[in-house]
């Protein structure tokens, strides 16, 4: 596949080690009432590659929670950082280590990074990242738009051309009715939404309660090109799992969108093994 790759900007963006929050109690959609963590933070046993459902609590984020704490300059971050992005420590007993920005999560606003000794950061540690994908293209299919992913980590997705098809290797697929929270957001580009988990027997019919951080996986039926979740027949829509499962009604693993085409192009192809932990080669 050819892309425009080397006209696409790089920039130096700067976000630090964001603080845990709650967001307490939990309500599920039975009216049960749960007290447990949330968002933010360093999540030491959970991360990426992990089951989406593992964890017992709110959104939780895999891994390392990061923002901008100046509200004026953190959407930036949120629309310029890219899922496979280089990010690298500059202040903290972990300086110099180097990692990857695996996810970002709409509504708290933050940038999640992969690191590799979670153990020597703390709150408050400033990482670089080098922002690198928006304005990613494809010349040769220019109905598809891809938007939130690393052209060098977007090169290492094994995804064949037949016919003027792209076959992109995903573990699962989201059927349309089974998306949720972060539907009808403005920005594609700087934000996830959410599959529904409400109904049990609905995600395991579809294999979800599968799927792991970093997983690619495709909603059916989804177009994404000018805002989150777009119904639109035999579209399809191809993201990655960046957070966990929520009991909020409504709520789910959240999922950032790669790729997104409403013209027949886009053909998801089952592989289990298809996740970003994998391609990155960590």
Same mark, same amino acid.
């Given at each position: 596949?050819?892309?425009?790759?080397?006209?696409?900007?790089?920039?130096?963006?700067?976000?630090?080690?964001a603080h845990p929050v709650v967001r307490m109690p939990v309500?599920?959609?039975?009216?049960?009432?749960?007290? +447990?963590?949330?968002?933010?933070?360093?999540?030491?046993? +959970?991360?990426?590659?992990?089951?989406? +459902?593992?964890?017992?609590?709110?959104?939780?984020?895999?891994?390392?929670?990061?923002?901008?704490?100046?509200?004026?300059?953190?959407?930036?971050?949120?629309?310029?950082?890219? !899922?496979?992005?280089?990010?690298?420590?500059?202040?903290?007993?972990?300086?110099? =280590?180097?990692?990857?920005?695996?996810?970002?999560?709409?509504? !708290?606003?933050?940038?999640? %990074?992969? =690191?590799?000794?979670?153990?020597?950061?703390?709150?408050?540690?400033?990482?670089?990242?080098? $922002?690198?994908?928006?304005?990613?293209?494809?010349?040769?299919?220019?109905?598809?738009?891809?938007?939130?992913?690393?052209?060098?980590? +977007?090169?290492?997705?094994?995804?064949?051309?037949?016919?003027?098809?792209? @076959?992109?290797?995903?573990?699962?697929?989201?059927?349309? @009715?089974?998306?949720?929270?972060?539907?009808?957001?403005?920005?594609p580009a700087a934000t996830d939404y959410d599959m529904n988990? &409400?109904?049990?027997?609905?995600?395991?019919?579809?294999?979800?309660?599968?799927?792991?951080?970093?997983?690619?996986?495709? %909603?059916?039926? @989804?177009?994404?090109?000018?805002? $989150?979740?777009?119904?639109?027949?035999?579209?399809?829509?191809?993201?990655?799992?960046?957070h966990s499962d929520c009991f909020k009604t409504g709520h789910?693993?959240?999922?950032?969108?790669?790729?997104?085409?409403?013209?027949?192009? &886009? %053909?998801?192809?089952?592989?289990?093994?298809?996740?970003?932990?994998?391609?990155?080669?960590?």
């Amino acid at each position: 596949m050819k892309t425009n790759k080397e006209s696409v900007v790089q920039l130096s963006i700067l976000v630090e080690i964001a603080h845990p929050v709650v967001r307490m109690p939990v309500v599920d959609g039975n009216g049960n009432s749960f007290y +447990f963590p949330g968002v933010g933070g360093i999540t030491y046993n +959970f991360g990426l590659g992990d089951n989406a +459902f593992k964890m017992h609590g709110d959104h939780i984020e895999p891994d390392i929670s990061a923002k901008n704490k100046d509200k004026d300059l953190n959407p930036t971050c949120m629309a310029l950082s890219c !899922i496979g992005n280089e990010a690298i420590v500059i202040f903290g007993d972990g300086k110099g =280590m180097k990692g990857y920005v695996i996810g970002k999560h709409g509504g !708290i606003d933050h940038v999640l %990074i992969w =690191m590799p000794e979670k153990e020597k950061l703390a709150i408050g540690d400033k990482v670089q990242i080098k $922002a690198w994908g928006q304005g990613l293209e494809l010349t040769d299919y220019p109905e598809v738009k891809v938007m939130n992913i690393d052209p060098e980590l +977007f090169e290492k997705i094994p995804i064949k051309e037949k016919k003027g098809k792209l @076959h992109v290797p995903v573990t699962a697929i989201v059927p349309a @009715h089974l998306t949720g929270s972060g539907i009808g957001a403005g920005n594609p580009a700087a934000t996830d939404y959410d599959m529904n988990t &409400l109904d049990k027997n609905e995600i395991s019919k579809y294999k979800l309660d599968r799927v792991r951080i970093g997983d690619i996986v495709a %909603i059916s039926n @989804h177009y994404n090109g000018y805002g $989150a979740g777009g119904y639109k027949d035999g579209a399809i829509s191809v993201g990655v799992v960046v957070h966990s499962d929520c009991f909020k009604t409504g709520h789910g693993p959240g999922m950032v969108i790669i790729m997104t085409s409403k013209e027949s192009n &886009l %053909i998801p192809v089952i592989e289990e093994t298809s996740n970003i932990k994998t391609y990155l080669g960590i």
